[in-house]
């Protein structure tokens, strides 16, 4: 059985600070990681993915996450954040024997001028 | 190109209509997927297409039904939906659907469904 938890509905940031969206996974063999953002009435972009290899995954628009196997974690990061980040953010998981992926209840990112 | 196409952008239909969601991928990815979301809400996975065979299909009631085509094409046929059914549905494609690739998927803007 794979899962994903995403504990904050949500974030709230200023403008130019640094934002972390988090996400926690459960999986039985290796897991496949996914960030996507989804913009209101849009469908979902994708942003990054871990699949094996370094433990931070540098993705598009600047972001970044860190895959930490000890704490089952995979966490959203940006240095510095623009008020165009604002949008749902969803993490997935895929185990690696299964051709499911399962999203996280989302977690929605305001970044305030 | 990392389009995915999808029509009608909005549709409206009675419970008694029968409707067509249509999904266009040229990127030559040999997996397609159907989801379903409502507001706020994670996508929910109803169908999988690999090789342009149904491979998932995640106990979606009858009233729906998938037609993959070709390797580019996916439909969804709605018959006699009820007004729970009203959501957006999403298609997505990717290189692949399993195994240890880990292929990310590429999603359409929707179609927005409202049952009436």
Known sequence: AQSVAQPEDQVNVAEGNPLTVKCTYSVSGNPYLFWYVQYPNRGLQFLLKYITGDNLVKGSYGFEAEFNKSQTSFHLKKPSALVSDSALYFCAVRDGGYQKVTFGTGTKLQVIP | ?116
């Open chain 2, 1 to 116: 190109d990392t389009e995915v196409t999808q029509t009608p952008k909005h549709l409206v239909m009675g419970m008694t209509n029968k409707k067509s969601l249509k999904c266009e991928q040229h990127m030559g990815h040999r997996a397609m997927y159907w989801y379903k979301q409502k507001a706020k809400k994670p996508p929910e996975l109803m169908f999988v297409y690999s090789y342009e065979k149904l491979s998932i299909n995640e106990s979606v009631p009858s009233r729906f039904s998938p037609e993959c085509p070709n390797s580019s094409l996916l439909n969804l046929h709605l018959h006699a939906l009820q007004p729970e059914d009203s959501a957006l549905y999403l298609c997505a494609s990717s290189q692949g659907s399993g195994g240890t690739e880990g292929y990310e998927q590429y999603f359409g803007p929707g179609t927005r469904l409202t049952v009436t």
